[in-house]
């Protein structure tokens, strides 16, 4: 079926074809036409946001809960470079949104036009892959190839840059359209050879670790996984990206690895002598020194993208696929080790492990004065609100607080910015994730200066019906500055304090001011009654300013480019690793 149209009413129609809900966005000059034919649409539902980077990040929001192509749309220039702080946070994530931006007219490209950017040539290095649209035609397949490669191989954002002129220009719309991708082929089945030889390393191993990151999570892999540490009885550590693919509670959760994991991860990882390495990238703030990082293990490493194998660290059997498929084939090839009655003996390996575990459990400071610790607030918090909610959280000592004192059972229910370490993150993404999952509950745990960079979509949220909830882990500081102002500039804070005497602003009140519900807590034992309040109210954003005190720390802690062996579970205080090797 063929139809005569507008290009703008292609772009509305190809996105009611790929299967698109929810769009995040501001209109402008150059996208103006497309907003036209938005107005008429009966299934895309535009939301308007205040600021485009809250566009972008609720577009990963709604993409991480869902499993679904996140969509944002701005202007050119200011409009589309706005997007650009999210393009890159979901480049790093592997997070598939398309964002769809308006450019000058074709004979106006190249010319310093009013509201011109380049924005294809300036997110070139941050895109899965981008398009820059000149012909109304060309409006239907693109659209169609960019939510197919957002969506496939590794995720990632994909930009469709589309000039005014093609919006405005006619066209014959069919669809579905042809695809013209001829080099693009994500390999998803695995090698099997590669998979004999990891099966083989894993049996005859004697301190194996899974190393969990989030292309697990993205596969869909989490019931494999589980079934594979089962069959296996190897001890699992899941990287920031991947909380929640294997459930907290397992006996065989050793925790979260890294530069603020737990001592018993650190310690696996740095103990082993192999490293099953599912979906993830050797990322420096797990590794530390990577020269000292895991000394005495081989490698198995699988990833989808074959540009991870051994970027980072050598694989000795590098394995190229999709991680649900990686994982099925692995457990058919270990079922068949087991049944020629190859098996593992990780008996000692265990008993070093809960060693580790009883010797270094995560912890936290109290405060003589009776004021409050963060850390009693999200440990409280997940009490009270349990795995099922969906957590976000921008960058900082709030995000790793809640990486650790939040129990996460299910997969996909901590989202954050991982690898830009986007401040802003957490409130445009929770709204992004509460409009894609609506009957869940959704919480962004926040630091007070995080939540000033994009606390103006709580308007969005307010004006559109979405009751998101925000925890405002409030020390009047940006508080990871400050820690590392304490432990490596000699206590000299420079600029790191952001309210001096008075509260400015006041959270409640600009809370309200917002319409939304405020309230504030200031001592532990009106935590819980608090925390309760909030749960309570569901027809409204609910913000609550936890005031807590400037000095808490996150701890453990590996300082930047050293060694993972130098860890410390507490200030002064590094574990007393045994000479096991």
């Not at 490698?299 to 994982?327: F, L, M, T, Y």
């Amino acid at each position: 079926m063929t139809e005569q149209m507008t290009g703008a009413q292609a772009l509305v129609r190809a996105l009611e074809h790929v299967g698109v809900d929810t769009v995040f966005g501001i209109p402008g000059g150059a996208i103006l036409p497309a907003y036209d034919p938005l107005y008429d649409s009966t299934k895309v539902r535009h939301v308007l946001v205040r600021h485009e980077q809250g566009a972008g990040h609720a577009a990963e929001g709604y993409a991480q809960a869902t499993g679904k192509v996140g969509v944002c749309m701005a202007t050119s220039g200011p409009g589309a470079t706005n997007l650009v702080t999210a393009i890159a946070d979901a480049y790093m994530d592997s997070v598939p949104i398309v964002a769809i931006t308006g450019q000058v007219a074709t004979p106006l490209i190249g010319t310093d036009a009013f509201q011109e950017a380049d924005i294809s040539g300036i997110t070139m290095p941050i895109t899965k892959h981008n398009f820059l649209v000149t012909e109304a035609a060309d409006i239907p397949r693109t659209i169609a190839e960019a939510f197919h490669i957002a969506s496939t191989g590794r995720p990632g954002p994909v930009l469709v840059d589309i000039a005014k002129d093609a919006m405005q220009d006619t066209m014959t719309f069919s669809w579905p359209p042809v695809l013209q991708l001829p080099g693009y082929r994500p390999v998803t089945r695995p090698h099997s050879k590669q998979i004999r030889e990891a099966a083989r390393l894993i049996v005859e191993s004697k301190r194996p670790v899974l190393y969990v990151g989030g292309g697990v999570h993205k596969a869909g892999a989490a019931p494999e996984l589980l079934r594979l540490a089962e069959l296996t009885g190897i001890p699992v550590v899941t990287t920031l990206m991947a909380r929640g693919t294997f459930p907290d509670s397992h006996r065989q959760h050793m925790g979260m690895p890294g530069m603020h994991g737990s001592v018993s991860a650190v310690g696996a990882l740095q103990r082993s002598d192999l490293l099953i390495a599912l979906g993830t990238r050797f990322d420096d703030r797990v590794t530390g020194d990577l020269s000292s990082f895991a000394p005495h293990a081989k490698v198995v490493h699988a990833d989808i993208d074959p540009a991870e194998i051994s970027k980072n660290r050598h694989a000795d059997v590098p394995i190229v696929g999709d991680c649900r498929e990686v994982i099925s084939d692995l457990i058919a090839a270990i079922e068949h080790e087991h049944a020629d009655g190859r098996k593992g003996d990780f008996d000692e390996w265990w008993t070093l492990l809960d060693g580790y575990r009883r010797t270094y459990p995560l912890g936290y400071e109290e405060f003589a004065d009776g004021s409050l610790a963060p850390q009693y607030v999200i440990e409280r918090l997940s009490a009270i609100v349990g795995p099922d909610a969906y957590y976000t959280a921008g960058v900082g000592q709030h995000q790793m607080w809640a990486a650790q004192f939040i129990g996460y059972e299910n997969p996909g229910t901590f989202i954050n910015s991982g690898g830009a370490g986007t401040m802003g993150f957490a409130v445009p993404a929770a709204m992004g994730a509460k409009m894609g999952r609506p009957e869940s509950t959704v919480w962004a745990i926040d630091g007070d200066g995080c939540f000033q960079m994009t606390n103006q979509e709580l308007a969005t949220c307010a004006i559109e019906g979405v009751p998101i909830k925000v925890a405002v882990i409030n020390n009047g500081n940006l508080g990871m500055v400050r820690q590392w102002q304490t432990l490596f500039y000699n206590q000299r804070y420079s600029n790191t304090n952001l309210q001096t005497v008075r509260r400015i602003p006041d959270f409640v009140k600009l809370a309200e001011a917002y319409g939304c519900v405020g309230l504030r807590c200031e001592r532990p034992e009106d935590v819980d009654a608090t925390i309760r309040k909030a749960m309570e109210i569901n027809d409204v954003p609910v913000v609550v300013d936890f005031v807590v005190h400037q000095d808490a720390m996150v701890w453990p802690m590996v300082a930047a480019g050293t060694s993972n062996d130098d860890i410390k579970y507490a200030r002064d205080m590094a574990p007393k690793w045994e000479n096991e090797d």
